[in-house]
Every structure is written in C-alpha cells, then in structure tokens.
C-alpha cells in the first residue's frame, strides 16, 4: 500500500459590440482571457492580478476534468521538499527532475495524481494503467507496475492534492476576471520553471494585452 493514495478517477468567448465612429489606431485591444466554454482537459487556468485568494495567486492550473457538476485540475510550479523515491520509489525513474512531489492544491493532499507524457502516437494500451487527458498528457495509475511504462514515457510528474471547482463556482471566478484560459501543452505539465517563473512564461506566448500582463508581478499582494 502506497504511503500516499493513488489518483482519484475524475470521471463564449466575450465579443466586442460595434466601434461607434472612427476606430482610433492607437486603441487598446480589449482583455480576452476566455470564458467557461474554453476551460476543457488540457487548458490553463492563469490566475490574474483579481484573484484575491492567496492560495491561488500567481498560480497557473493544468485542467484535468471539466463537465456540467465542476472542473479538477493541478496547479503547476510548486514544488514540495518530498521526494518521489521516499515515498513511490518505482516511480522515480520516470519523474523528471527535481523528482519531488509537487503540490497540486488544497483538496485532498494525501492523494496522489500523477501526469505523464507519452511518446508513442495512437491510443494508449487499454490495461497500461494511461488515461488520456489531452494530446500526449495522460493520467497514470500508481497502482500499475511502473517497469512496464519504460519506454512508453518521456517523463512525468507527481502532484499531491488537486485543485477543484464545483457547479458555477468557475464560471463565477472566470466572469470576475479571476483567471484567464489559455491553451496547455505537455512542456506546462513537465516544466523545469516553477512559481512565478512559469506564470510569466506562460503569459508571454499569448497575443495582445493577456502578453503584456507577462511583465506584471505573478502575485500582486507581494509587492
């Protein structure tokens, strides 16, 4: 029996109205940072500067589940001092480094998730113990033999506790500005850039005015 718990089984965008008169060229574009029908597996909860919560501020949140009862996800770039050895020692041979567990968020922090890239294409073996979330991003089941996914992974990572919103909680928190949805990647899941660094990097490969929020401060109640 694993110390920790193995993972859980988690089973319109704003238009602008019409310019009244002649555009001016030096007008600033409006924020887009999406709405409720853009959160989906493999998307990216950004905090942005009206979040007020400071267990969220500046965190950057990879979503795993989203349907019409509440969305699960886990908050990227926070490293914890537990290594994965001391505790899931089969599977510290596939984690990329720093090879500790990473704190996912505050539901359940004795639970473990884990996420890992697989190399691959085509569908996952239905018994490999891989569900797939988005793209190359799959689940992992801790309770599977990690010898058998030697070769089948191009690293992944160990998340303690997850990030969860129920039934309008989001969409509230997303129409107060709180987050802003952005496209995910694998590298996000895997990134060796944690804390602020990762919410910055995140930021600067968006367009407009989402981009220039990369220079502001990742946690704006610490300045």
Request: hydrophobic share 40%; charged share 20%; aromatic share 4%.
């Amino acid at each position: 029996m694993n110390p920790v718990p193995s993972s859980p089984d988690p089973d319109r965008r704003p238009v602008a109205g019409p310019a009244a008169g002649k555009r001016r060229r030096d007008a600033v574009p409006a924020l887009s940072v999406g709405c409720l029908d853009d959160v989906r597996p493999g998307s990216l909860l950004v905090a942005l500067p009206a979040l007020t919560d400071p267990t969220f501020a500046g965190a950057v949140v990879y979503v795993l589940d989203h349907s019409d009862t509440g969305t699960l996800g886990v908050v990227l770039g926070r490293p914890s001092e537990v290594r994965i050895r001391d505790v899931l020692p089969g599977w510290s041979e596939l984690a990329v480094e720093p090879g500790v567990f990473h704190v996912g968020g505050p539901c359940e922090t004795d639970t473990a998730l884990c996420l890992a890239a697989r190399a691959p294409a085509g569908p996952a073996d239905p018994d490999s113990g891989l569900r797939q979330v988005a793209g190359q991003v799959h689940l992992v089941d801790l309770d599977c033999d990690p010898e058998e996914l030697h070769g089948e992974l191009t690293g992944l990572r160990v998340f303690a506790g997850y990030a969860g919103w129920s039934d309008g909680q989001l969409a509230a928190e997303l129409s107060a500005g709180a987050w802003a949805c952005v496209t995910g990647t694998p590298g996000d899941v895997l990134a060796g850039a944690s804390g602020p660094e990762l919410w910055h990097s995140v930021l600067r490969r968006q367009t407009g005015r989402l981009g220039v929020l990369s220079t502001a401060p990742a946690d704006p109640s610490a300045n």
